[in-house]
């Protein structure tokens, strides 16, 4: 289902290696991965191929899916291609099963010239998240990891 898929892309002005070594650093990712308005802390990263994952993410403004103001995301990693691609599946923790399920995010990266082509493609994604605020805070996730890249 269309509605179900959601997708953004920035190019960003840094290598592919760079970009994707910001995916393998637990202290990176808790810096440029939590999008505009949340603080994230990655309590679980194993960056191989059945590794987990786990990020939570705790919001100034918003409300949470996991309790009032958080977010926990468990996720693991389906494929890992260095400087190409990320490819990751994440367990929603929520009573509400429009916030839960498990949603599959690919990240791909594509050497252009001055920079990287990154597409992010979210598969399956829980019913209870919007297209329009899900494709913005992934836009201002890839704005963060541009800032911390650049």
């Known amino acids: 289902m269309d509605d179900r898929r959601h997708t ?22 808790s810096k440029w991965l939590p ?38 995301v468990d996720g693991r ?13 994440f367990e929603f923790v ?12 690919t990240w791909s990266l594509e050497a252009v010239a001055g920079g990287t082509d990154v597409t992010v493609v979210a598969d399956d994604v829980p019913a209870g998240i919007s297209k329009a605020d899900h494709e913005e805070g992934l836009a201002s996730t890839l704005a963060n990891l541009a800032a911390f890249v650049e």
């Open 77 to 89: 990693f389906v494929d890992l291609v260095r400087g190409k691609r990320i490819v990751q599946a």
């Open 8 to 29: 953004t892309s920035r190019r960003i002005g840094s290598t592919p290696d760079a970009i994707y070594a910001a995916f393998l650093d637990r202290d990176a990712l």
């Open 35 to 72: 999008p505009e308005g949340a603080a994230g802390h990655v309590d679980i990263l194993e960056p191989r191929v059945g590794g987990r994952f786990r990020m939570t993410l705790t919001f100034q403004a918003a409300t949470g899916k996991s309790s009032e103001n958080t977010d926990v």
């Open 94 to 105: 929520s009573d509400d099963p429009a916030f839960a399920g498990t949603m599959t995010m």
